[in-house]
């Protein structure tokens, strides 16, 4: 009895440690080898063509995936491998396909007609909150926009 109950615990913890550590790619891997939804690698080779994953890490609990590229770029992704948030490099911008990709065309338009297009750093996606778009300007920090692409606000820098 004390051995069962031995072994059940340490079963327990096992499954606890692996929900607060998810699973981790310890060194580069190749997309294809990669442990992701189809969608996720179907975005990554579109958008990235042959780079590799430096990091990689699968929540457990969500099931959804953080990935860091060879280049420094930082995506995540739901379940089904739906990009739900991407961050550049340092000193860099996403490009104006990937902000094609994942924004709605009017937040796209909004981005354009403001000259900021080609500064967006950070696009992170909640389907209750919207869409968050960081970019690089002197005055504004970033712009909220709802599921449609319409402006919610802008947060300007202090």
């Known amino acids: 009895m004390y051995r069962f109950i031995q072994r059940?615990?340490?079963?327990?913890?096992?499954?606890?440690?692996?929900?607060?550590?998810?699973?981790?790619?310890?060194?580069?891997?190749?997309?294809?080898?990669?442990?992701?939804?189809?969608?996720?690698?179907?975005?990554?080779?579109?958008?990235?063509?042959?780079?590799?994953?430096?990091?990689?890490?699968?929540?457990?609990?969500?099931?959804?995936?953080?990935?860091?590229?060879?280049?420094g770029t930082d995506i995540d992704f739901d379940s089904k491998g739906k990009c739900t948030g991407i961050d550049a490099p340092d000193n860099a911008f996403l490009s104006q396909s990937i902000i094609n990709d994942l924004l709605p065309k009017s937040a796209v338009k909004t981005l354009t007609d403001n000259d900021l297009i080609n500064s967006v750093e950070e696009i992170e996606y909640n389907s209750s909150k919207g869409y968050k778009v960081e970019v690089r300007h002197h005055t504004i920090d970033d712009y909220r926009f709802d599921a449609a692409g319409k402006v919610l606000r802008v947060n300007h820098d202090n």
């Open 8 to 71: 059940t615990v340490l079963a327990i913890a096992a499954v606890v440690a692996a929900a607060f550590i998810g699973v981790n790619a310890r060194q580069a891997i190749s997309v294809e080898s990669a442990e992701l939804p189809v969608e996720a690698k179907s975005f990554i080779k579109q958008h990235f063509g042959n780079t590799t994953i430096a990091k990689y890490e699968k929540k457990f609990w969500s099931n959804s995936y953080e990935i860091e590229l060879t280049d």
